[in-house]
Protein backbone atom coordinates (compact mmCIF):
# COMPACT_ATOMS: atom_id res chain seq x y z
CA UNK A 1 0.00 0.00 0.00
CA UNK A 2 3.16 2.34 0.84
CA UNK A 3 4.90 1.68 -2.07
CA UNK A 4 2.16 2.25 -4.60
CA UNK A 5 1.11 4.87 -2.81
CA UNK A 6 4.69 6.78 -2.82
CA UNK A 7 4.73 5.46 -6.73
CA UNK A 8 1.21 7.29 -7.22
CA UNK A 9 2.48 11.00 -5.67
CA UNK A 10 6.07 10.06 -7.19
CA UNK A 11 4.89 10.16 -10.88
CA UNK A 12 1.77 11.62 -12.09
CA UNK A 13 0.43 12.14 -8.73
CA UNK A 14 3.17 15.48 -8.80
CA UNK A 15 0.90 16.86 -12.02
CA UNK A 16 -2.03 17.06 -9.29
CA UNK A 17 -1.30 19.81 -7.21
CA UNK A 18 0.02 22.07 -10.53
CA UNK A 19 -3.39 21.11 -12.28
CA UNK A 20 -5.47 22.31 -9.48
CA UNK A 21 -3.73 25.41 -8.84
CA UNK A 22 -4.50 26.18 -12.38
CA UNK A 23 -7.95 25.30 -12.83
CA UNK A 24 -8.59 27.54 -9.42
CA UNK A 25 -7.05 30.74 -10.87
CA UNK A 26 -8.42 30.60 -13.84
CA UNK A 27 -11.98 29.78 -12.72
CA UNK A 28 -11.10 33.06 -10.13
CA UNK A 29 -10.37 34.96 -12.98
CA UNK A 30 -13.21 33.87 -15.01
CA UNK A 31 -15.43 34.37 -11.88
CA UNK A 32 -14.36 38.16 -11.12
CA UNK A 33 -14.97 38.80 -15.10
CA UNK A 34 -18.53 37.09 -15.22
CA UNK A 35 -19.71 39.14 -11.79
CA UNK A 36 -17.68 42.41 -13.51
CA UNK A 37 -20.24 42.07 -16.32
CA UNK A 38 -23.75 40.58 -14.39
CA UNK A 39 -23.14 43.72 -11.93
CA UNK A 40 -23.43 46.22 -14.35
CA UNK A 41 -27.00 45.13 -15.09
CA UNK A 42 -28.13 43.19 -11.94
CA UNK A 43 -28.19 44.11 -8.60
CA UNK A 44 -24.99 43.38 -6.90
CA UNK A 45 -27.10 41.25 -3.98
CA UNK A 46 -29.65 40.02 -6.37
CA UNK A 47 -25.83 38.49 -8.08
CA UNK A 48 -24.93 37.26 -4.35
CA UNK A 49 -28.06 35.67 -3.64
CA UNK A 50 -28.12 34.04 -6.69
CA UNK A 51 -24.37 32.71 -6.89
CA UNK A 52 -24.65 31.58 -3.28
CA UNK A 53 -27.69 29.94 -3.62
CA UNK A 54 -26.95 27.62 -6.72
CA UNK A 55 -23.23 26.91 -5.38
CA UNK A 56 -24.99 25.55 -2.25
CA UNK A 57 -27.23 23.50 -4.61
CA UNK A 58 -23.75 22.03 -6.04
CA UNK A 59 -21.96 21.64 -2.78
CA UNK A 60 -24.86 20.00 -1.53
CA UNK A 61 -25.55 17.37 -3.78
CA UNK A 62 -21.43 16.57 -3.90
CA UNK A 63 -21.67 16.14 0.29
CA UNK A 64 -24.95 13.79 -0.02
CA UNK A 65 -22.98 10.84 -1.69
CA UNK A 66 -20.64 10.42 0.87
CA UNK A 67 -21.65 8.92 3.77
CA UNK A 68 -19.05 10.70 5.94
CA UNK A 69 -20.47 14.10 3.58
CA UNK A 70 -23.57 13.19 5.06
CA UNK A 71 -22.53 13.11 8.65
CA UNK A 72 -20.34 16.05 8.38
CA UNK A 73 -22.81 18.00 7.40
CA UNK A 74 -25.10 16.85 10.34
CA UNK A 75 -22.36 17.58 12.98
CA UNK A 76 -21.82 21.04 11.27
CA UNK A 77 -25.75 21.74 11.18
CA UNK A 78 -25.77 21.54 15.15
CA UNK A 79 -23.41 24.35 15.68
CA UNK A 80 -26.16 26.96 14.37
CA UNK A 81 -24.11 29.95 16.06
CA UNK A 82 -20.68 28.86 14.40
CA UNK A 83 -23.24 28.57 11.18
CA UNK A 84 -24.53 31.99 11.22
CA UNK A 85 -21.22 33.87 12.08
CA UNK A 86 -19.48 32.02 9.30
CA UNK A 87 -22.51 32.79 7.10
CA UNK A 88 -22.20 36.50 7.68
CA UNK A 89 -18.58 36.88 7.04
CA UNK A 90 -17.35 34.81 4.50
CA UNK A 91 -20.78 35.21 2.32
CA UNK A 92 -23.00 38.20 3.42
CA UNK A 93 -20.40 40.64 4.25
CA UNK A 94 -18.03 39.11 1.11
CA UNK A 95 -20.03 39.06 -1.31
CA UNK A 96 -22.17 42.09 -0.57
CA UNK A 97 -19.25 44.30 0.09
CA UNK A 98 -17.00 42.72 -2.95
CA UNK A 99 -19.51 42.49 -5.93
CA UNK A 100 -21.04 46.59 -4.67
CA UNK A 101 -17.56 47.64 -5.33
CA UNK A 102 -17.04 45.58 -7.90
CA UNK A 103 -20.10 47.58 -9.44
CA UNK A 104 -18.25 50.90 -8.35
CA UNK A 105 -14.77 50.33 -9.59
CA UNK A 106 -14.41 46.70 -11.42
CA UNK A 107 -13.10 43.52 -11.25
CA UNK A 108 -10.13 43.84 -12.12
CA UNK A 109 -9.28 46.51 -8.45
CA UNK A 110 -11.58 44.70 -6.64
CA UNK A 111 -9.48 41.32 -7.43
CA UNK A 112 -6.08 43.09 -6.34
CA UNK A 113 -7.80 45.03 -3.12
CA UNK A 114 -9.02 40.95 -2.55
CA UNK A 115 -5.70 39.38 -2.92
CA UNK A 116 -4.41 41.35 0.06
CA UNK A 117 -6.38 38.79 2.04
CA UNK A 118 -2.96 37.39 3.43
CA UNK A 119 -1.79 40.83 4.51
CA UNK A 120 -5.28 41.53 6.26
CA UNK A 121 -5.08 38.16 7.98
CA UNK A 122 -1.40 39.24 8.70
CA UNK A 123 -2.70 42.41 10.85
CA UNK A 124 -5.77 41.09 12.14
CA UNK A 125 -3.28 38.24 13.77
CA UNK A 126 -1.39 40.91 15.09
CA UNK A 127 -4.31 43.08 16.62
CA UNK A 128 -6.70 40.54 17.94
CA UNK A 129 -4.39 37.52 18.44
CA UNK A 130 -1.26 38.31 19.12
CA UNK A 131 0.42 36.02 16.68
CA UNK A 132 3.83 36.92 16.15
CA UNK A 133 5.82 39.21 13.16
CA UNK A 134 8.57 39.57 11.79
CA UNK A 135 9.75 42.85 9.65
CA UNK A 136 9.52 40.86 6.70
CA UNK A 137 5.95 40.11 7.25
CA UNK A 138 5.57 43.86 7.97
CA UNK A 139 7.29 45.47 5.08
CA UNK A 140 5.60 43.39 2.87
CA UNK A 141 2.03 44.41 3.79
CA UNK A 142 3.03 48.06 3.84
CA UNK A 143 4.37 47.18 0.12
CA UNK A 144 0.89 45.55 -0.65
CA UNK A 145 -1.27 48.01 0.64
CA UNK A 146 0.81 50.83 -0.96
CA UNK A 147 0.66 49.26 -4.35
CA UNK A 148 -3.11 48.37 -3.95
CA UNK A 149 -3.87 51.97 -3.22
CA UNK A 150 -1.69 53.01 -6.17
CA UNK A 151 -3.21 50.62 -8.37
CA UNK A 152 -6.73 52.04 -7.65
CA UNK A 153 -5.34 55.49 -8.41
CA UNK A 154 -3.05 55.26 -11.04
CA UNK A 155 -5.32 52.67 -13.40
CA UNK A 156 -7.21 55.34 -15.14
CA UNK A 157 -7.83 52.94 -18.24
CA UNK A 158 -9.44 50.09 -16.39
CA UNK A 159 -13.41 49.50 -16.08
CA UNK A 160 -14.73 51.61 -13.34
CA UNK A 161 -18.38 49.77 -13.38
CA UNK A 162 -20.85 51.73 -13.07
CA UNK A 163 -19.89 54.17 -10.26
CA UNK A 164 -21.61 57.58 -10.98
CA UNK A 165 -18.45 59.68 -11.91
CA UNK A 166 -15.65 57.34 -11.79
CA UNK A 167 -13.92 59.92 -9.64
CA UNK A 168 -12.16 59.94 -6.23
CA UNK A 169 -15.40 59.86 -4.52
CA UNK A 170 -16.02 56.55 -6.51
CA UNK A 171 -12.92 54.83 -5.83
CA UNK A 172 -12.68 55.57 -2.56
CA UNK A 173 -16.90 54.21 -1.87
CA UNK A 174 -16.04 50.81 -4.22
CA UNK A 175 -12.57 50.45 -2.44
CA UNK A 176 -13.99 51.26 0.81
CA UNK A 177 -16.56 48.14 0.17
CA UNK A 178 -13.86 45.56 -1.37
CA UNK A 179 -11.88 46.26 1.48
CA UNK A 180 -14.82 45.40 3.76
CA UNK A 181 -15.68 42.81 2.25
CA UNK A 182 -11.87 41.33 2.28
CA UNK A 183 -11.79 42.32 6.17
CA UNK A 184 -14.83 39.95 6.60
CA UNK A 185 -13.33 36.92 4.96
CA UNK A 186 -10.26 37.06 7.00
CA UNK A 187 -12.36 37.24 10.36
CA UNK A 188 -13.99 34.48 8.65
CA UNK A 189 -11.26 32.32 8.46
CA UNK A 190 -10.01 32.83 12.45
CA UNK A 191 -13.82 31.56 12.97
CA UNK A 192 -13.58 28.74 10.58
CA UNK A 193 -10.67 27.33 12.55
CA UNK A 194 -11.67 27.98 15.74
CA UNK A 195 -15.54 26.48 14.91
CA UNK A 196 -14.83 24.23 12.08
CA UNK A 197 -11.73 22.69 12.46
CA UNK A 198 -12.88 19.54 12.91
CA UNK A 199 -15.52 18.72 10.65
CA UNK A 200 -15.12 18.18 6.44
CA UNK A 201 -14.54 21.41 4.56
CA UNK A 202 -17.18 19.70 1.90
CA UNK A 203 -19.26 18.54 5.04
CA UNK A 204 -19.29 22.01 6.98
CA UNK A 205 -20.07 24.14 3.78
CA UNK A 206 -23.47 23.33 2.94
CA UNK A 207 -24.90 24.48 6.29
CA UNK A 208 -22.70 27.72 6.06
CA UNK A 209 -23.31 28.31 2.39
CA UNK A 210 -27.27 27.32 2.68
CA UNK A 211 -27.34 29.90 5.79
CA UNK A 212 -25.55 32.56 3.66
CA UNK A 213 -28.14 31.69 0.67
CA UNK A 214 -30.99 32.79 3.35
CA UNK A 215 -29.57 35.79 4.43
CA UNK A 216 -28.38 37.01 0.99
CA UNK A 217 -31.90 35.84 -0.38
CA UNK A 218 -33.99 37.43 1.79
CA UNK A 219 -31.93 40.75 1.58
CA UNK A 220 -32.48 40.88 -1.57
CA UNK A 221 -36.07 40.46 -1.79
CA UNK A 222 -36.85 42.92 0.82
CA UNK A 223 -34.20 45.42 -0.56
CA UNK A 224 -33.46 45.15 -4.64
CA UNK A 225 -35.95 45.40 -7.07
CA UNK A 226 -35.42 42.03 -8.97
CA UNK A 227 -38.50 42.50 -11.39
CA UNK A 228 -36.17 44.21 -14.26
CA UNK A 229 -33.77 41.02 -13.88
CA UNK A 230 -33.59 38.83 -16.89
CA UNK A 231 -34.18 35.11 -17.72
CA UNK A 232 -30.59 35.26 -19.46
CA UNK A 233 -29.23 37.51 -16.03
CA UNK A 234 -30.12 34.68 -14.08
CA UNK A 235 -28.64 32.09 -16.20
CA UNK A 236 -25.30 34.14 -15.82
CA UNK A 237 -25.42 34.30 -12.22
CA UNK A 238 -26.51 30.47 -12.18
CA UNK A 239 -23.69 29.57 -13.91
CA UNK A 240 -21.13 32.30 -11.63
CA UNK A 241 -22.36 30.49 -8.73
CA UNK A 242 -22.36 26.52 -10.22
CA UNK A 243 -20.07 26.61 -12.50
CA UNK A 244 -17.42 28.65 -10.64
CA UNK A 245 -17.72 29.31 -7.56
CA UNK A 246 -19.03 26.00 -6.20
CA UNK A 247 -15.54 24.24 -8.00
CA UNK A 248 -13.17 26.55 -6.48
CA UNK A 249 -14.12 26.02 -3.03
CA UNK A 250 -13.81 22.10 -3.39
CA UNK A 251 -10.11 22.49 -5.49
CA UNK A 252 -9.45 25.13 -3.04
CA UNK A 253 -10.26 23.34 0.09
CA UNK A 254 -8.46 19.96 -1.78
CA UNK A 255 -5.26 22.61 -2.62
CA UNK A 256 -5.16 23.08 1.18
CA UNK A 257 -5.24 19.14 2.20
CA UNK A 258 -2.05 18.52 -0.17
CA UNK A 259 -0.35 21.93 0.03
CA UNK A 260 -1.70 23.89 3.10
CA UNK A 261 -4.02 27.27 3.23
CA UNK A 262 -0.79 29.60 2.76
CA UNK A 263 0.16 28.13 -0.97
CA UNK A 264 -3.38 28.22 -1.59
CA UNK A 265 -4.01 31.82 -0.63
CA UNK A 266 -0.76 33.06 -2.14
CA UNK A 267 -1.97 31.79 -6.00
CA UNK A 268 -4.65 35.00 -5.46
CA UNK A 269 -1.55 36.89 -6.90
CA UNK A 270 -2.02 35.73 -10.10
CA UNK A 271 -5.38 36.70 -10.04
CA UNK A 272 -5.32 40.70 -10.58
CA UNK A 273 -3.46 39.92 -14.08
CA UNK A 274 -5.48 37.75 -15.53
CA UNK A 275 -8.81 40.22 -14.26
CA UNK A 276 -6.75 43.03 -16.08
CA UNK A 277 -6.02 41.09 -19.13
CA UNK A 278 -9.07 39.70 -19.64
CA UNK A 279 -11.04 42.95 -18.70
CA UNK A 280 -8.73 44.35 -21.89
CA UNK A 281 -9.48 41.35 -24.32
CA UNK A 282 -13.10 41.75 -23.43
CA UNK A 283 -12.97 45.52 -24.75
CA UNK A 284 -14.32 46.65 -21.08
CA UNK A 285 -10.92 48.70 -20.38
CA UNK A 286 -8.23 49.60 -22.07
CA UNK A 287 -4.77 48.33 -22.27
CA UNK A 288 -3.41 48.40 -18.83
CA UNK A 289 -0.24 50.74 -18.86
CA UNK A 290 3.48 50.60 -17.26
CA UNK A 291 2.93 52.42 -14.01
CA UNK A 292 -0.08 50.09 -12.90
CA UNK A 293 0.89 46.81 -14.09
CA UNK A 294 4.34 47.69 -11.95
CA UNK A 295 1.66 48.72 -8.97
CA UNK A 296 0.13 45.23 -9.29
CA UNK A 297 4.13 43.68 -9.03
CA UNK A 298 4.76 45.87 -6.15
CA UNK A 299 1.07 44.51 -4.68
CA UNK A 300 1.98 40.53 -5.18
CA UNK A 301 5.94 41.35 -4.14
CA UNK A 302 4.12 42.51 -0.98
CA UNK A 303 1.58 39.94 -0.11
CA UNK A 304 4.48 37.14 -1.33
CA UNK A 305 7.13 38.64 1.85
CA UNK A 306 4.10 38.58 4.02
CA UNK A 307 3.10 35.24 3.69
CA UNK A 308 6.75 33.87 2.90
CA UNK A 309 9.60 33.22 5.29
CA UNK A 310 7.36 31.09 7.61
CA UNK A 311 9.31 28.63 8.22
CA UNK A 312 12.41 30.76 9.11
CA UNK A 313 10.36 32.36 11.77
CA UNK A 314 9.66 28.66 13.40
CA UNK A 315 5.79 29.52 12.75
CA UNK A 316 4.78 26.32 11.65
CA UNK A 317 5.65 23.05 10.07
CA UNK A 318 4.20 21.45 7.00
CA UNK A 319 0.44 20.31 6.47
CA UNK A 320 -0.01 16.73 8.12
CA UNK A 321 -1.51 14.57 5.33
CA UNK A 322 -3.84 13.27 7.90
CA UNK A 323 -5.86 16.94 6.55
CA UNK A 324 -6.27 20.00 8.29
CA UNK A 325 -7.94 19.32 11.14
CA UNK A 326 -5.08 16.53 12.14
CA UNK A 327 -2.89 19.16 11.58
CA UNK A 328 -4.62 21.80 13.79
CA UNK A 329 -4.07 19.40 16.44
CA UNK A 330 -0.66 18.28 16.14
CA UNK A 331 1.15 21.65 15.75
CA UNK A 332 -1.69 23.82 18.27
CA UNK A 333 -3.33 21.83 21.07
CA UNK A 334 -4.94 25.43 21.97
CA UNK A 335 -6.08 26.01 18.51
CA UNK A 336 -9.29 27.38 19.77
CA UNK A 337 -8.13 30.06 21.40
CA UNK A 338 -5.91 31.66 18.95
CA UNK A 339 -5.99 30.83 15.23
CA UNK A 340 -2.97 30.94 12.87
CA UNK A 341 -2.62 33.59 10.02
CA UNK A 342 -1.52 30.99 7.51
CA UNK A 343 -4.27 28.81 8.86
CA UNK A 344 -7.01 30.68 6.40
CA UNK A 345 -9.39 28.84 4.16
CA UNK A 346 -8.85 30.84 0.96
CA UNK A 347 -11.22 32.81 -1.10
CA UNK A 348 -14.24 30.90 -2.44
CA UNK A 349 -14.65 32.74 -6.34
CA UNK A 350 -14.94 35.78 -7.13
Do not use: N
Not at 6 to 29: D, F, H
Amino acid sequence: MTSTRTGREGGGGRLVVPALAACMVLLLAAGWLLSGHLVAGVPPLAVAAGRTATAFVVIMMIALVTPRGRTGARTAAARPRAVLVLAFLGFFAYYSGTLLGTRYVGASRVGLIVSLLPCVTFVIGILAFREPSSRRKVLGTVLAGAGAIGFLLADGAASTGTGSDGGAATLLTGGALAFGGTLTYALYGYVYRQRMSDVPALAALPAITGAGTLMLGLTAVLFVPLGGVSAADWGGVAVLGAVLTAPVFLISHELILRKGPLFTSALGLVVPFLVRVGEWGLGTAGAPGVLPVLLIVASAAGVWLTVGGRRRDGAATPADPAGPAADIETRRPDHRASATAEALPPRSSS
